[in-house]
């Protein structure tokens, strides 16, 4: 009975050190990827915010039905993700305010990564000026397309203020944002040479105060997006 | 030796233990319910029947738009059911919060991704029922073969519905799989949007064929199934009609999966049409009380109303009855539990706007809070509970607070930031100023979302003559009515107008605004038949499919907030006056174009690639 018992044992633990010796030996998740989001028209950083750019990612080495992943490119018009598996993906730039790009990437994606996207914006924002008086902050801008043909409706154009950099669709505050947007909802085709320049009126700031502005140009495509102007700063002085 | 005996013992116990058990084992299963049991009756049919329709996809008081909590059925658990959720009380959160008609417990449009609805298990048991029928003409008779089939048919096509709704095209499955079959035949391909809603409407045409006139209360009869085509055929021809104007761009839209051929609207708005006139003389609008208000309230509430034309019923001895009475009122009125979603100034002046402002801008003063119902037409007085109206012999007494005094006009003094404004505000109802209740029992106030933030309750659905003692959590029987005939002649005025018959529109919108004591329309527009619709409807859980189905969803829920209107008293005049102010939550809803159609659930892709392409942008 005891040499029963003592053979049981010698059995089960072979068969746990066995098991024990099996490790996992698929690579953890130390690929990266990285890069640019170029504006093709003038070659700079694309002026985006959060919510907006994401590029799609789908590891087609992996399975051939992929469930797709996202980086959201930062407010620079940069994009990074340091933990994504090895691995070959199939990869597209999506939900901003450019031309939808086709074509996807195929590409192997290993430590340290990189490939930059160069997208043409719907709307560029030239001439982009601003003036405060007293609490009363007036941007000025006009809006130019890259390409004219099939541009989606323009739905309107609307001021982002915010206390920090990070300011954008999603980011900013609502009372001296969203509530002095100015409808447009035209095509820009159809837009009269006065009305490509536009006027932004912000009342009531608070005195004292530092915020960062920019201004939005809205277009009806399938994300709503909108194309940026650069981020400025605005020191609003005490009395 | 001894051991040798024990061993001989053991053995033929053994031996002789498996050969009896072998011959006993071969009996028929008795914890299963075999064909012959169900099919040998019409009653063992019934008894199929009933977990159909159990799960049919109906959007009741229950019904969770976001999917609500875990159900748990005879010990399996259903994660986001939706339909027939877990703790199915909360019934404030319904899909008329996010839409703007009322404002509720979502913190934003918090409904629009759906929650996996994939009801092919409940398709199955349908398609084994129109599979089997057939071969028990012996024991059931062919006219109650016939009439069962008929059922079956316009049962499926309500599951198809619900699926065709959110996803577009779906695979259409007409006979149940055979779970041994290869892979390749269990993973079927989607078909078209097209296809989907064709199928649905054959699907209905059998059901009106195969099924007899009038049916027990809660089943489908032939006037069911054609009164469900007229809301379907409507559907899909806003589809090929709006979708082919706004939609996402993808490889399912190419593929046809998602979006139908702008020219094949007018087909569909026919067949909507068609169906809809089909219950002409058949239902009729409940209209049995003179008083206008009343007959408007009872019309939800009174049971053999000849404009119910198919309904869900609840009750208390079987554990389903629902709890809208004490989810839509406030406690104030009712012995337990608490409301949570508002009828909305937007909503309520869809009826045009109510006398608050002078002509000067002033705010008008009011002697009474009931004054404001002077004039306001008896449907919206039956939909929404006013300040100043009554229940269970309560008023409605809401005040958002005290003017010590008042003094400019509205717009300016809801301009101001609110710390400027000189109002007396409280956080409870017992605060006093000068011995004056500051805030009313029902409200408004900010201190939770259980009393109004909007100024308003819902009436629609509310039973007054339960007394305020038994209004409790799963106490509520009266029946949901899915389908009943004013929508009927909406969806027949909707589709007449989209094909030029404007005298058919006007005539069955007036025949529904002389039922509300609204004054007739010497003329029809589109944008009117949309708009009696909304005011018609509020509440039942339409507008969400009527926003998505136009494809003005994105346009109405842009960034959207929504108004109340506040009562306050002003202490140094006696009187009452009304402010315009975005709700007291003031949420913002946004739409988003993909939202058009929800994503195949990725459950779902993983058991079947074949799924894909998924719809656009997911």
Redesign the interface.
């Known amino acids: 009975m005891k040499k029963l018992i003592s053979n049981f044992l010698l059995g089960a633990s072979i068969l746990a050190v066995s098991a024990c010796t099996k490790t996992d030996n698929y690579g953890g998740p130390n690929a990266s990827f990285q890069g640019r989001l170029i504006d093709a028209t003038t070659h700079a950083n694309f002026e985006t915010s959060q919510n907006s750019i994401q590029i799609q990612l789908e590891q087609i080495s992996w399975s051939a039905t992929p469930t797709p992943q996202f980086i959201p490119s930062k407010s620079d018009g940069t994009f990074e993700d340091s933990k994504l598996f090895k691995g070959t993906y199939r990869i597209i730039p999506k939900g901003g305010a450019f031309w939808p790009v086709y074509d996807s990437l195929k590409m192997e994606i290993k430590q340290g990564s990189s490939h930059d996207f160069e997208l043409t914006p719907y709307i560029t924002i030239k001439n982009f000026t601003h003036d405060l008086v007293g609490t009363t902050l007036t941007l000025k801008f006009d809006i130019d397309a890259p390409i004219v043909a099939g541009l989606p409706t323009i739905i309107d154009a609307q001021p982002y203020v915010n206390t920090t950099k990070l300011v954008g669709a999603g980011a900013s505050i609502r009372d001296f944002s969203d509530v002095n947007a100015v409808t447009i909802n035209k095509e820009f085709i159809d837009l009269a040479p006065a009305e490509k320049s536009i006027t932004l009126t912000i009342p009531n700031l608070i005195r004292g105060r530092t915020f960062f502005a920019r201004v939005g140009v809205r277009l009806n495509d399938s994300f709503k997006s909108s194309n940026f102007s650069e981020v400025i700063q605005i020191d609003v002085p005490n009395q | 030796m001894k051991s040798i005996h024990k061993f001989i013992i053991a053995i033929s116990i053994g031996v002789g233990a498996s050969v009896t058990s072998c011959q006993k084992l071969n009996i028929p299963p008795t914890n299963i319910v075999t064909p012959d049991v169900i099919y040998s009756s019409e009653a063992g049919v019934r008894s199929f029947l009933a977990t159909i329709y159990r799960n049919l996809p109906i959007e009741d008081f229950k019904y969770r738009p976001d999917g609500g909590d875990d159900a748990n059925v005879n010990g399996i658990v259903y994660h986001l059911p939706g339909f027939n959720p877990g703790n199915p009380w909360m019934n404030f959160y319904n899909s008329a919060s996010v839409t703007g008609e009322e404002v509720g417990p979502y913190g934003g449009l918090d409904i629009a991704g759906g929650f996996g609805y994939w009801p092919y298990g409940d398709i199955r048991n349908v398609n084994t029922l129109i599979a089997e029928l057939p071969k028990h003409v012996g024991s059931l008779s062919q006219p109650t073969v016939d009439a069962l089939l008929g059922e079956a048919h316009f049962l499926r096509a309500y599951y198809y519905f619900g699926l065709a709704k959110r996803y577009g095209g779906v695979p259409i499955i007409k006979e149940p799989q055979d779970p041994g079959a290869p892979l390749s035949q269990l993973q079927v391909h989607r078909d078209k949007e097209e296809a989907t809603w064709d199928f649905i409407g054959a699907e209905l045409d059998l059901g009106y064929q195969m099924m007899p006139a009038t049916s027990d209360v809660g089943r489908a009869n032939k006037y069911v199934a054609a009164a469900l085509k007229s809301r379907a055929m409507l559907y899909a021809g806003c589809i090929a009609k709006y979708g082919s104007v706004n939609f ?2 993808g490889q399912a839209r190419s593929l046809g999966l998602v979006g139908i051929p702008a020219s094949k609207a007018n087909t569909y708005f026919q067949a909507a049409y068609d169906a809809a006139k089909l219950l002409e003389g058949h239902y009729s609008l409940y209209n049995a009380n003179s008083d206008k208000v009343q007959n408007y309230v009872d019309l939800f509430l009174k049971s053999g109303s000849p404009e119910n034309i198919f309904i869900k019923q609840y009750s208390i001895a079987n554990n389903t009855a629902h709890s809208w009475d004490a989810t839509m009122s406030p406690r104030y009125m009712t012995a337990n539990a608490l409301s949570r979603s508002y009828p909305t100034l937007d909503f309520v002046s869809l009826w045009g706007s109510l006398p608050v402002t002078n002509a000067d801008g002033t705010p008008k003063r009011f002697n009474d809070r009931a004054e404001l119902m002077q004039g306001v037409e008896p449907r919206l007085l039956a939909t929404v509970y006013f300040p100043g109206a009554t229940l269970r012999g309560l008023t409605f007494d809401m005040q958002r607070g005290i003017y010590p005094s008042f003094s400019g006009t509205a717009a300016a003094e809801v301009a101001k930031p609110a710390n400027s404004r000189s109002y007396i505000l409280a956080g409870d109802v017992k605060t006093l100023y000068q011995g004056k209740q500051v805030i009313g029992f029902t409200g408004p106030w900010t201190g939770g979302d259980e009393l109004t933030r909007t100024g308003f309750y819902v009436r629609k659905y509310v039973d007054y003559n339960k007394p305020q003692a038994t209004v409790d959590l799963y106490r509520s029987e009266q029946p949901w009515i899915d389908l009943r005939y004013g929508e009927i002649l909406l969806n027949r005025a909707e589709a007449a107008m989209e094909l030029g018959n404007t005298a058919d529109a006007l005539s069955d919108i007036n025949q529904l605004r002389d039922r509300a004591g609204a004054t007739s329309y010497v003329s029809i527009d589109l944008n009117k038949v949309r708009n009696e619709r909304r005011m018609e409807l509020a509440f039942e859980n339409q507008y969400y499919w009527d926003l998505k189905r136009w494809r003005t969803a ?1 346009i109405v829920l ?2 959207a907030h929504f108004k109340g209107l506040m009562p306050y008293y002003v202490f140094n005049e006696n009187k009452y006056i009304f402010l315009a102010e975005p709700e007291l939550y003031n949420r ?1 809803y946004t739409f ?3 939202f058009y159609y929800e994503g195949i659930p ?1 459950g779902e ?1 993983a058991k079947n ?1 074949n799924l ?1 392409p998924n719809n ?2 997911y």
Do not use: C, S, T
């Open positions: 996402v761009d994105d842009d960034r913002e988003q174009k993909q990725g892709i690639p894909l656009p942008n």
